[in-house]
C-alpha cells in the first residue's frame, strides 16, 4: 500500500466515508497494515464467505460449502489437472504443488513495484509461516470431516485444463466461479464478493447508489450489480476492463487514489 492510497484512505475516512477491503483470502492471511488500518472499516473475506469489523475484531459468517459440495468440486477440478487450496474457516490449507504454484503469482509478488522489496520478501515469509501444507485436498477433507469449508482455490497449467473444470462445475449448478487466467476460485452458490457487499450495505443502510467499487480480477467482477460505480484497476484482467464504468490509471500509478480524489474533490 503506498503513501498515497494510506494518506486517501484516511481522507476518505475523514469525510464519513466507509472503508472496505476485499478479498479472495482468509484473514490469517492478510497483512497486519490492513486488518489493523483505522481508516479501514470492514474486510470482506474470502470472496464473500465472512466479514471482518476491524472496531470490534469480529467476523460475521455469511455463507459455507456442504461436505459433499467440497468433494463435488475437488473431483471436478482434479479431474481437469488442478493443484488446490482449501479454506476453511479456521485457516487456509494448500496442497504442495499448488503453494509453490501461488508464491508465484501476482498476488504474493506484489503489484505495485517491479522488484522484489524486503517488505514484500517478508510478507512470503509470514504467508509460508500461516499456512499449513496438505499433500492432498479430499485426503485432508477425509481426515478431517468437521471442517468447514468456505472457498477452494484451483490452480491450472492450461487454459483448456481450466475450460474444462469450469463445464464440471457448472453441471453440478451449485458453485459461484470466479475466473482468472489458469485460476478459479471456488465458494457455494451465492457466496461472492457482490452479495456479500450487498449485505453489508444492508446493515449499514446504503444504497447502490452510495458504493463505489474497485477491481482487477474476476472476483470483483461481482460487485457490479451492488455498486453504483465500478472502477476498473488500469492493470486489470481484460474481462474486468471491457465491464467497468470507469477505468483508472494502474496500482503502480496510484490509480485507486487518482479516482477517490477525483470523485471526492480530495
Known amino acids: 500500500m503506498s503513501k498515497k492510497t494510506k494518506h486517501t484512505l484516511k481522507e476518505l475516512k475523514r469525510k464519513g466515508a466507509i472503508n472496505v477491503a476485499a478479498t479472495g483470502r482468509h484473514i490469517s492471511l492478510i497483512p497486519d497494515f490492513i486488518r489493523h488500518n483505522r481508516n479501514i472499516d470492514y474486510i470482506l473475506c474470502v470472496t464473500g464467505a465472512s466479514i471482518f469489523e476491524r472496531k470490534t475484531r469480529s467476523t460475521t459468517y455469511l455463507w459455507q460449502m456442504t461436505t ?4 463435488l468440486a475437488i473431483a ?41 522489496s524486503l517488505g ?15 499433500d492432498d485436498a479430499a485426503g485432508y477433507l477425509e481426515a478431517h470431516p468437521n471442517a468447514i469449508v468456505e472457498k477452494i482455490d484451483a490452480f491450472f497449467d492450461r487454459d ?52 463505489i467499487a474497485f477491481g482487477d480480477s474476476g472476483n470483483d467482477l461481482s460487485m457490479l450489480e451492488c455498486a453504483g460505480l ?13 465491464r467497468a464504468g470507469r477505468i483508472a490509471p494502474s496500482v503502480q500509478d496510484d490509480g485507486f487514489s487518482a479516482v477517490v480524489r477525483d470523485v471526492f474533490s480530495i
Open 120 to 134: 514484500q520478501i517478508w510478507r512470503l515469509v509470514k504467508m509460508m509461516l500461516v499456512s499449513s501444507l496438505m
Open 68 to 71: 459433499q459440495q467440497a468433494y
Open 230 to 242: 465500478f472502477v476498473a484497476m488500469g492493470n486489470a484482467e481484460p474481462a474486468v476492463l471491457t
Open 76 to 116: 471436478s477440478c482434479k479431474s481437469a489437472g488442478a493443484r488446490l487450496n482449501l479454506v476453511t474457516r479456521e485457516r487456509a490449507y494448500a496442497e504442495k504443488a499448488a503453494f509453490a504454484a501461488f508464491i508465484k503469482s501476482s498476488a504474493v509478488k506484489g503489484q505495485t513495484r517491479e522488484k522484489s
Open 160 to 211: 483448456e485444463e481450466t475450460a474444462q473444470a469450469v463445464r464440471l462445475l457448472e453441471e453440478h449448478g451449485l458453485f459461484e466461479i470466479a475466473q482468472s487466467p489458469r485460476y478459479l476460485e471456488i465458494t457455494a452458490k451465492n457466496c461472492n464478493k457482490g452479495n456479500g457487499l450487498r449485505w453489508l450495505s444492508e446493515r449499514l443502510h446504503l444504497t447502490k447508489s452510495d458504493v
